[in-house]
Every structure is written in structure tokens, then in C-alpha cells.
């Protein structure tokens, strides 16, 4: 269960990446991110991997940790290079297994995927386990507040991502109980009949659902009592604060991206 | 003065006539127990007093003012209120986003934000918390947040909807004796609405409500005494007026108290005067 | 039959940061046929002692055997639908578990999951919501239009239903009105009573215990802090140190008499008995 929630779960910990502006942390990975998407061969990708290897070092973040959160892509890639090993029938045979002759660019082309893969999930990596969810959430809402102008409710998706995260755990301590209840009451998730697999879901799912709703009718009450408008102004208890570092970070791997694309040109 | 006073009050949830003409008024810095049982209109009274439900008819006034659609986020600025389920009503991420969630709302500026924070925080005994998550708080303690982050806002009325029911023996004294020194420090105007009727006895009036409408109203030591009304509306005798009522059958016979503490001192002192 | 804990360890997520030891050395053995109370301040392990009664927790060390079953750590365990059969168990604010489209067929869940007949289903959903006191026209209504004390009743006579001849109750009472609280605290009485099955009760309501429960079970910090009948429960005021409990008015009143010099003379933790033994006192 705990390899499961790896993916974008924050780690608490004290270090000069964790102390960022989280909006300068997801401005610097779009740019990492659009770098990664333009090909320029090895080179490319050996620049991209020292970068994200400098950050983990510096985000005090266990190797181990950002293969755990790796793991679970591992079976996609093995059946990407039994796809490409079958497909791709280009360049030189490099070798053969069983008689299947395999040729050059499919191992490329599969080391390419790989490699991507790896970077994006290294860097998204990097960035959820730095940043507290709230700050996320604060940093999300900043980001799309010029999108406001056209209309965009920035805010009301800031409040209704903070609230999730919120209530993820009540919500889990909940499924939790509800389960129990009725493993209680004789439902067995695991054996039985087709029929009596859909009662044994539904008995889970209706009380969750009830209980969900109850839940958010307590919370839109508790909102509005405590003098919550979503139509008026409000004053943001949460500040973020861009430091020299902070631009720093922004405007060093926006020159890693423009180098990029001038390699691009160039090549 | 009223700060609050209510006029034949009516209120309709679907077909069920749930509010049947409601008249209350409560005078300034006083402490009032609503009890009754479930289902009795009691919750649905709180939420019409803080707008969060439309009346049918009849009339709310709050600080002398007639409340409507257009004034109800004004009015709700000067009024307070604590719900049950002390999960549900955890807004923030943190104890110092929850008690902050409400000064957001209010546009204080916000460098006055922490020091109100730490304040109330303070108050309520929170302040070791002030980091820490809702999922590692007990109820009690959520509870205390909750009042934290309606008293930052100097709310004039403070309305308590069963605010202890879901909370363990513990976690009920600590809500309750909280409630109670604000009330004594504070000049607010408490409204608790609850089931317990040893908490009643405490405070200045009490009002039953059963089946939508005031079934009696008046002093703890009047409506708590009252054997016949109480049992009426599926509410218990105090344990020292049932303990008046044994010993009575057993020839003691000894004046009305509400608390074990009066009982035993009244006992006490017919005992030496003999 | 019989309920007992053997050297009971119990850890959640073990071997994890989070890991936390609920339950520590547990040996109790709960005497069938009677009500026993099980009281701990929150977070004391009560709640977690109560789901190993029917395996929905497995000890991390030791063993639990109730009637024919013996819930090992470590083991593989087989049959465990059998042993929630003879063992209802109804959790706090049990009116969340509702989800049928009707009353009837929601009480009648438990008994078909346990192999009754569609027939004896209903028949014993019958049975159970007229123990409740739910009224026959209530019966093809949907459980989520019901009130809040309504809701609860259905939600117990699902796990009554089920005819357990042990009944867990963890807070049955938590949120109802005096009246709501009293008529389905004498129901429970009666599950016992009258048919002699065993009912434990997880509650925090020391009046309770005090008025219909035979013997208690204190729990603290994971272990347990006494075990002893009702009467030499309330009689030594010490083992309620540090639970987070009040005594009941009744115990305290009491006490507060003792103090100012009433001798008082076979109470029994009724109004009546001590009336009785003041009125003495008085005439003395």
C-alpha cells in the first residue's frame, strides 16, 4: 500500500528545495518538462539528468525513494520493448535472442522512452516531494490568476483542490470503517457469485457516497457560516515570496531550455 | 437589550412543516440552553438564525434588524457558530489555516492575521498545535480549533449546535468549562443547543423545543424542575431533582437543587439543624 | 463457548514509520451469557480490542478464541465468516452502513450473506425491526429517507438479524437524545436477558455501566487496567484514575455525602437504596 501513494506524496524534510518558492519549482519544471519533449540525442538527456540528479542531492531525497516511485512504470516499459523490439525494423541488427533479429534503433528508441520517462517522473518527483500540498495549491491558484481575467475561476479550483487534499484522509478512515461494517455483516469481497460481488460493491460504495455528501453538506455550512462568499474579495492568509534563488531557479533552467533549442536549430 | 429576537417563526423542509411558530428573544451577554430531542427543530432554529436556511415565515431580528438576503453576510460577521461533527467543519490544512479561514473571509488585513492566530490559539490552548494536521487532532481538540476560529472573528452571539455530542467525557468538560469562560470573560450572548440536562442547569435560561414549536421556556431551577414537562417532551430530570424525588418517598423532604453540590450541602444542613 | 485473549499484541502498520502499538499483552477471559462494559479514554485501544472479537483485526502477536474459532498470529485464517455469524458486531454510528433500497431487504442483508433463505431472511428482518420498534409499513421505504435515530435502530436490527449470540456495540448510544439513548440501552438488556446472549459494550458513559452492565473491563494505554464486576468497580474509586471517565452522578453524590460524615449503609448505585440509607442517616 505504501508503494502505491509514492507518486506525488510530499516527504517532509528540511532542505534548500523543500524552502523554494513552490511556483518557481513548477515554473522550472514546465521548462525542464518542454525541454525534455525536444529531441537532441544523448547530449540532451545527459544535460536533463544532471539537473534533476543535482536536485534530488540537494531536496536530501533518498535514491531509493524516487525508484520506488518508479516502479510502478517498470511494466509499461518492459512491454514498450517487446513493442518496439517487434516493430521497429531499422538501422543494423545489434543482436538476436531465439533466432529474433533485433535491430539498432529499436533499442534506441526504446532507451529514448525510457530515459524521458525516467527524467519526467525524476523531476515531477522532485517537485511534489518538496512542496507541502497547501503550498501547491497556493502556488496553483497564483499561477492561473492571470487566466482571471478571461474568466477563469482560479480561486474556486484553488479552494477545491485544498479542500480534496484535505479530506483525503477522513475520506480513506471512512472506506476503512464502512468495510469493516459490512465484512461484519457477511460481506465477503472475495468470494461468492457475480451477483453477490455487485451487492458486496455496492454496500461499500452507497454509504461512502451518503456519508461524502453529508460531509460536504457539514463543511459547505460550516464555510458559509464562518462568512465564506465565493463571489467576494478575500485576503489570503498564505504568501509566498520569490527570493533571489527562487528567480534564480526560473531564469537558469529557462537558459537550459533555450540552449536546448538552440542545439535543436544547430543539429 | 435583544439581540435576538424571533416572531412566529415558520419553516418548511419539502412537505414537512419542521418550524410550526417559534417565538424567542434573548437579552444581551445572557446564556441560554436550548434542549429538546432529536428531530425536534432545534439544529434547523440555529441555521435559520445564521442564514444558513431561508425561513418560510415569521420574523428574525438580530441586533434590532430584520434579517433578509441582502443583510445576511453583514449579520453573520457579529454572529458565531460552533457545529457537531468536529471533523466536518475543519476547513483548514493546519490548525493556523482553520482559525485564519475565517479572517480571510472578513478581509482583515493581513498583517493582523497571526497575532489574532496566536491569540486565540492561546485562548482556546492550541498553540503547541498550531502546525499540526486535523487527522492528528482528537475531537476535543478540533473542537477547541472551531471555537478558536469564531472567536477571532468578535462575534457577539456564539451559538454551540450540540458542539460536545460527538465528544468523549474528556473532551465534553474541556468544550464545556471553555464555553463557560468565555462567556464570563467575554460579554457574548450564548445559545447552546444540547441534550445533556446537567449542562443546562448551568446558565441563565433554558428553553425546551419539541415538535417545531417552544414547549416551555424560562429559569434552569423552573424549567428543570418541572418533572411533568420534561417527561412530556422525552427529556430526563437533572440526576438531583430525581434524587429529591426518592427521598421524598422515604419522608426527607427537601427543596428543588440542580447540582449534586447544593443536594448535598441542603442535606448537610438539615442533617446540623436538627 | 468462550471468549478469551491469549498474550494479545497488536500493531498497526507494523514495520512502517507510522507504526503504532494499540494493544499490549492482553490476557482476558470475557464471561458469556453476561454484559460486560469495556471503558478507556479515546485512543486507549478499546476500539481495537473490540475488531479482533470477530478477525477483522488479526492479533500481531498472540491469539483470540472465541466459541470454536482461534484467531492465531501469524496464520493463515479460514473461516472467518463463520465465526462474524455467531459474532455482530454493530460500529460507532453503525446508520452510515445503510444501503439497500428498502428497510427490509437492508436488515435482511446479513442473513442471506450468511446463508439464510431468501424467506428466513426476511422473516428474521421482521423479527428484528419489531425488536427495534420499527413499524411493518416502514418496510419498503428506502433507510436513507428515515431520521437519524430511525436510521440507527435499522442499522442494529441488521446486525440483530444476523442472531449473533455474542453483540459488540461500540458507542451505540453516541448522539441520541435521553429517551432514544434509554429504549435502545434496554433493548440491549434484553438481547441479554431475556435470550441470554452475551452483549460488550464499548462506552464511555459511566451511568450506563453502572445501570445495566455486569461486570467492566478498563482499558488504558493498551493494556488492560482491571476486570472486575460492576459493583467492586464503582467501590474503588482508584482503577477510574487516569481513564478520562467521570464516575456516575450517583457514585459522586455519594462520595460527596461520605465527606461531609453520611455513614451510609447498603447502597447499591440505585436513587432508591441510597434514599433509603440517607433517610436513616437523617433520622439518626
New interface residues.
Given amino acids: 500500500m505504501n508503494t502505491a501513494v509514492v507518486l506525488g506524496r510530499y516527504i517532509p524534510l528540511d532542505s534548500p528545495v523543500h524552502r523554494m518558492d513552490p511556483r518557481a519549482k513548477i515554473a522550472a519544471m514546465f521548462a525542464f518538462l518542454i525541454s525534455l519533449f525536444i529531441d537532441v540525442g544523448f547530449i540532451g538527456y545527459a544535460i536533463l539528468g544532471v539537473i534533476v540528479f543535482a536536485g534530488v542531492l540537494a531536496a536530501k531525497l533518498k535514491p531509493s525513494y524516487i525508484w520506488r516511485a518508479f516502479k510502478p512504470m517498470m511494466i509499461m516499459m518492459v512491454f514498450l520493448m517487446i513493442l518496439n523490439f517487434y516493430a521497429i525494423r531499422t538501422g543494423y541488427v545489434m543482436f538476436s535472442i531465439f533466432g529474433w533479429n533485433i535491430y539498432s534503433d529499436a533499442v534506441f528508441q526504446t532507451l529514448y522512452i525510457v530515459l524521458r520517462l525516467l527524467l519526467m517522473i525524476n523531476a515531477t518527483t522532485l517537485v511534489t516531494a518538496t512542496t507541502k500540498p497547501m503550498d501547491m495549491t497556493i502556488a496553483i491558484e497564483d499561477l492561473l490568476s492571470p487566466l482571471k481575467a478571461v474568466g477563469f475561476p482560479a480561486h474556486d479550483v484553488a479552494m477545491m483542490i485544498s479542500i480534496a487534499l484535505r479530506f483525503i484522509p477522513t475520506l480513506l478512515e471512512e472506506s476503512q470503517r464502512i468495510m469493516k461494517a459490512q465484512a461484519s455483516r457477511g460481506v465477503d469481497l472475495e468470494e461468492g457469485k457475480f451477483m453477490e460481488k455487485i451487492m458486496a460493491i455496492l454496500s461499500l460504495i452507497v454509504p461512502l457516497f451518503v456519508s461524502s455528501y453529508q460531509k460536504a453538506d457539514d463543511l459547505a455550512n460550516a464555510m458559509e457560516a464562518r462568512g465564506y462568499d465565493p463571489d467576494a474579495k478575500r485576503v489570503r492568509y498564505r504568501r509566498l515570496k520569490m527570493r533571489l534563488s527562487d528567480w534564480m531557479l526560473v531564469i537558469g533552467m529557462n537558459l537550459v531550455l533555450a540552449g536546448i533549442i538552440v542545439l535543436k536549430v544547430v543539429l | 437589550m435583544n439581540v435576538l429576537e424571533i416572531k412566529d417563526l415558520h419553516f418548511r423542509y419539502d412537505e414537512e412543516e419542521v418550524l410550526k411558530g417559534i417565538s424567542l428573544s434573548l437579552e444581551e451577554g445572557t446564556y441560554t440552553s436550548v434542549l429538546?430531542?432529536?428531530?425536534s427543530g432545534k439544529s434547523t432554529l440555529a441555521?435559520l438564525i445564521?442564514g444558513?436556511l431561508e425561513k418560510e415565515s415569521g420574523s428574525i431580528k438580530l441586533f434590532g434588524e430584520e434579517l433578509t438576503e441582502k443583510n445576511v453576510?453583514a449579520l453573520?460577521?457579529r454572529i458565531?457558530?460552533v457545529?457537531?461533527?468536529p471533523?466536518?467543519?475543519?476547513?483548514?490544512?493546519?490548525v493556523?489555516?482553520d482559525i485564519?479561514?475565517?479572517?480571510?473571509?472578513?478581509?482583515?488585513?493581513?498583517e493582523d492575521?497571526d497575532p489574532l492566530i496566536d491569540e486565540f490559539a492561546e485562548k482556546v490552548s492550541m498553540t503547541p498545535f498550531l502546525d499540526t494536521e486535523?487527522?492528528k487532532l482528537?475531537?476535543g481538540q478540533k473542537q477547541r480549533v472551531?471555537i478558536a476560529?469564531?472567536l477571532a472573528?468578535s462575534p457577539e452571539i456564539l451559538i454551540f449546535d450540540?458542539s460536545t455530542?460527538?465528544l468523549?467525557?474528556?473532551?465534553k468538560?474541556e468544550i464545556n468549562e471553555l464555553i463557560r469562560s468565555i462567556h464570563k470573560e467575554r460579554n457574548i450572548t450564548i445559545i447552546s443547543i444540547t441534550?445533556d440536562?446537567?449542562e443546562a442547569a448551568w446558565g441563565d435560561r433554558v428553553v425546551v423545543i419539541d415538535d417545531g414549536k417552544v414547549a416551555a421556556e424560562g429559569t434552569p431551577a423552573e424549567v428543570l424542575s418541572d418533572a411533568k414537562t420534561l417527561e412530556a417532551h422525552?427529556?430526563?430530570l437533572p440526576?438531583?431533582l430525581?434524587?429529591r424525588?426518592?427521598?421524598k418517598?422515604?419522608?426527607?423532604q427537601v427543596k428543588p437543587c440542580l447540582t449534586?453540590?447544593d443536594?448535598?450541602e441542603e442535606?448537610?444542613q438539615?442533617?446540623s439543624a436538627? | 463457548m468462550a471468549i478469551t485473549f491469549r498474550k494479545v499484541n497488536f500493531i498497526y502498520s507494523e514495520g512502517t514509520p507510522f507504526s503504532y502499538h494499540a494493544l499490549k499483552d492482553i490476557d482476558l477471559n470475557i464471561t458469556l451469557g453476561k454484559v460486560t462494559a469495556i471503558i478507556g479514554a479515546t485512543g486507549s485501544g478499546k476500539s481495537t480490542m473490540v475488531q479482533h472479537l470477530n478477525a477483522l483485526l488479526v492479533p500481531t502477536e498472540g491469539e483470540v478464541e472465541v466459541g470454536d474459532h482461534t484467531i492465531k498470529a501469524k496464520a493463515k485464517n479460514k473461516n472467518l465468516k463463520d465465526l462474524r455469524k455467531h459474532v455482530g458486531l454493530v460500529f460507532q454510528f453503525p446508520e452510515y452502513q445503510l444501503f439497500e433500497e428498502t428497510i427490509l431487504k437492508d436488515v435482511a442483508f446479513g442473513p442471506k450473506n450468511f446463508g439464510c433463505t431468501e424467506e428466513e431472511a426476511n422473516q428474521r428482518a421482521k423479527d428484528a425491526l419489531k425488536v427495534v420498534g420499527i413499524p411493518d409499513d416502514y418496510y419498503d421505504r428506502s433507510p436513507l429517507d428515515l431520521s437519524g435515530g430511525q436510521k440507527r435502530r435499522v442499522a442494529i436490527a441488521g446486525i440483530l438479524a444476523m442472531r449473533p449470540e455474542v453483540l459488540v456495540l461500540d458507542e451505540p448510544t453516541a448522539g441520541l437524545d435521553p429517551a432514544g439513548t434509554k429504549s435502545m440501552m434496554q433493548l440491549f438488556l434484553d438481547y441479554n436477558r431475556k435470550a441470554g446472549n452475551t452483549v460488550i459494550l464499548v462506552t464511555h458513559n459511566m451511568d450506563q455501566v453502572l445501570k445495566y452492565c455486569d461486570e467492566v473491563v478498563a482499558v488504558k494505554d493498551g493494556r488492560i487496567a482491571a476486570h472486575t464486576d460492576v459493583k467492586s468497580f464503582f467501590r474503588d474509586p482508584s482503577i477510574m484514575e487516569g481513564t478520562n471517565m467521570n464516575p456516575p452522578f450517583i457514585i459522586r453524590f455519594e462520595e460527596l455525602l461520605k465527606e461531609k460524615g453520611f455513614a451510609l449503609k447498603d447502597t447499591y448505585g440505585d436513587p432508591d437504596s441510597l434514599a433509603k440509607a440517607i433517610s436513616k442517616e437523617m433520622k439518626r
Fill in positions: 429538546g430531542p432529536n428531530g441555521k445564521v444558513l453576510y453573520r460577521n458565531g457558530i457545529f457537531q461533527n471533523d466536518n467543519q475543519f476547513i483548514g490544512s493546519t493556523r489555516d485564519a479561514f475565517g479572517l480571510e473571509n472578513h478581509c482583515v488585513p493581513h492575521m486535523p487527522t482528537s475531537g472551531a476560529g469564531v472573528m450540540e455530542s460527538m468523549d467525557p474528556e473532551g468538560k441534550h440536562i446537567e422525552r427529556l430526563e440526576f438531583a430525581e434524587m424525588n426518592a427521598l418517598k422515604y419522608g426527607v449534586i453540590e443536594l448535598t442535606l448537610w438539615l442533617r436538627k
